[in-house]
């Protein structure tokens, strides 16, 4: 349904889709990133001061009812790149406001930052540009079966408690990495279809997949 | 929010990162601005012929008659009008859109309107919730920054102020893969291969700390974002150029108030003809406010009488207009009409005030005496306004007509037209309706020239190359005889648009300035990247804007231009020194958002 395109002339694309990951320093956003756009890892940690973003141009390919594949569209890609640190995160939660959708993200080998998705759950839910905003969940590094402490049912869970797609992806080896943000950018377009032709004048039940508000997390369940 | 939490240090490189933003968001921007053009158009051409509409029997899009029974046409789910199966568009014989509203939607969702209204749904408070967070930044730091950024002196080497936000990044984004740590990873690998240590290590500790005294001389010259950052900071320890700028003199600014300007406007508008001279921006009128959302329709007829010589607009009504008067739930609306000709003349008839209404119904004919030859170079800009208390006006929205490609002949003239009225800055035309040229730019330029290394990145390859290219700093010394609302303004700023062959634009911003006596903007507007063979066949376009920090976008006081060859080749065979310029002033020259 996308394929990449080559050059990035100027001005020169349909749509312009800003997406946003997001999660702990250390999960592997900025390498996730980079794997997306440039198909390379940089196994070195640089830790991201406050925001940065990359850019990266898709076809899209819009699917008619009858099966039939439908007109192709150009979508320029801007992901945007946070610091998952402390003391950066009233820079890095205003930048979710601009945001059209989310790479919710933790490593695979840190129990702790699976824990803390809950945390930027809450935060999406109250900076995000509405109340149940597209979401991909990620559970990164998925190249280290040794070191995992959080088990893919675990997580599978939570992603299904908040009506989200969950991936498990590997920066380093590159494995379901295009998935993950295809199927996020796969959303967000729809999403805009769905915002035009139904101008629900009740945005909190137009529509949209994410429900954040029932679906918080069972306490007693999740924290193990 | 604001960066002042940040380190200095970190502060450069997320500004960095927020000039990268604001790259794309010029080209995002264009392509918008584009869209809505192309919109207005397939409007124009597919509005309901109204004088036909009791008929009910054609369709409103093509004005093609429909039968009674057999292809009797339906009803748009959009817009309620009668639509023949042609001109319909949609995924089933149930499920369609005639094709304006189908065009409505395709911008709507391609512009990011859909975005913008999602988000407003959610912070309906906040006026301005259309601007990025990256773009208010950027903005709230321009501002707090201005005493920082003086002219910066040149580096000790290579003389190149590096101090070029735009025009630098811009170009340095191709060869590059544009993120902060890709340029240290290219930087780092390359830096391996020659002092094959642990080298790299310490480089890039360097590089997160900017030091600049301690930077290995041969990363100082790699990228250009380093650069920028150094740059800015060193500005604040950098003594300006102090004869450079001389105190322009304090020329008659007070010789025509704002007050009167207001009577003149006035009276203009009393179905007269003016020619030439001191026509004011509708936009610029002194009791000038716009409402929040422009809203509604306008129905015009245009016609050509050969008899009477006349260009013959027939305003018959508005619908949908935004209330003029939120507070007081009143809307006093009335519309004026504008004829530009060759830019030189303007014609301007207005309609009378119809009160407490947003669907006002005027029938009124305006008739512009002229001579039909002439009618391929005119354009029609018909604005609406709300008549406040106190001759406030409130503007409630406005219709570019571009008469050129009009067929009088054919008879669509005479059928009237419904035109969705655009806010001003949407619809790039609007500004440039009424012209004239007034008071003067003084302005210092020199181009330097220098053989610059620069390098290129492939993969883990780093290649060091010479480039010829060169430098054009340009400095507006003062003003001269600027009109009097120039004077009104309390913060102004210079922007300056370098359009070289290619085409390829260079676009500098000088801080906004705190009103003073006299304006000057002895901020230096460098541009990079410049060969010296361009130079010659560029046009630099210098506008100066008003900074109104409490509304949607700043307003373009007025425009100049250079582009005759001669004084370019002046400026390009004797690089390196000043020259001095005197440059008109076009006021409302074409504008552009901010
Ligand atoms: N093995 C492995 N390491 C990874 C993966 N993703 C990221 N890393 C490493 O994890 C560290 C932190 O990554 P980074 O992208 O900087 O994290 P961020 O703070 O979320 O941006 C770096 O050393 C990366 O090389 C992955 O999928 N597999
Ligand atoms: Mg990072
Ligand atoms: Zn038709
Ligand atoms: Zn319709």
Known sequence: MFSAV????????????????????????????YRYTDNKFNPKFITTVGIDFREKRVVYTASAPNGTTGKTFK???????????????????????????????????????????????????????????????????????????????????????????????????GSEVDKAVITLLDLVMKRMEQCVDKPSPDPANGGGATKLEDAAPDQKKCAC | MDLSLLQALEREKVLEVLQRDKLLRNTEEDRIRKLKIELQEIRRKGAKNFSLQYSERTCARCQRPLGKFWNSGAVCQGCSHRICNRCRVGVSNLDWKCTVCHAYREVKIK??????????????????????????????????????????TPPPYYGSPTFNRYGEVKSMK???????????????????????????????????????????????????????????INLSNVPSLP??????????????????????????????????????????????????????????????????????????????LSCGDTKRKKCHPYVKVSLVLETTRCIKLRTPVKRNTTDPIYNEVLQFPLDRSLLTQSRLQATVWHSGTLKKKVFLGEVVIRLDGWMFEDGTAHSSCWYSLSPKPECPEGGAIESSSSGELLVRMKFSSLSQPTWDCHTDEVHIRLHDVGQLTVVVVGAKNLPAKSNTSQNTYIKGYLVLPGPRELVQKSPVLKRKPGPEWSHQLVFSKVKPSELHI?????ELWDHTPFTRSDRLLGGAIMEAESSWRLVSQAPNIWHDFTLPVQTNAHGRRT
């Open chain 1, 6 to 33: 080559s050059t990035m002339t100027d001005g020169d694309y349909d749509y312009l889709i800003k997406l946003l990951a997001l999660g702990d320093s250390g999960v592997g956003k900025t390498t996730f990133l």
């Open chain 1, 75 to 173: 979508v320029h890609l801007q992901l945007w790149d946070t610091a998952g640190q402390e003391r950066f995160r009233s820079l890095t939660t205003a930048f979710f406001r601009d945001a059209m959708g989310f790479l919710l993200m933790f490593d695979l080998t840190s129990q702790q930052s699976f824990l803390n998705v809950r945390n930027w759950m809450s935060q999406l839910q109250a900076n995000a540009y509405c109340e149940n905003p597209d979401i991909v969940l990620v559970g990164n590094k998925a190249d280290l079966p040794d070191q995992r402490e959080v088990q893919e049912k675990q997580a599978k869970e939570l992603a299904d408690k908040y009506g989200i797609p969950y991936f498990e992806t590997s920066a380093a080896t």
């Open chain 2, 111 to 152: 512009s990011g309107d859909w975005f913008l209204e999602e988000k407003a749904k959610k912070y309906p408070h906040d006026t301005d919730s259309h601007e990025t967070i990256g773009e208010k930044l950027l903005k709230s730091y321009q501002r707090l920054s201005q005493i920082a950024v003086v002219p910066p």
């Open chain 2, 174 to 232: 191709k060869p590059f893969t544009k993120s902060m740590e890709d340029l240290m990873f290219s930087i780092t690998s390359h830096v391996r291969k020659f002092s094959k240590s642990q080298e790299d290590l310490r480089l890039k500790q360097e590089l997160l700390t900017v030091d600049k005294s301690r930077r290995p001389s041969i990363v100082q010259k790699s990228f250009s974002d380093t650069n920028i950052n150094t740059s800015v």
């Open chain 2, 243 to 320: 004869n450079l700028f001389k105190k322009g003199k304090n020329d008659d600014h007070s010789c025509s108030s704002s007050g009167g300007d207001e009577e003149l406007s006035q009276s203009s508008e009393n179905s007269e003809l003016k020619r030439g001279g001191s026509f004011r921006s509708s936009g610029a009128d002194s009791g000038f406010h716009e409402v929040s959302s422009v809203t509604g329709e306008l129905e015009l007829t245009v016609d050509f009488n050969d008899t009477t010589s006349c260009l013959e607009i027939t305003v018959k009504c508005c619908r949908n």
């Open chain 2, 538 to 542: 560029c046009t630099l376009n210098l």
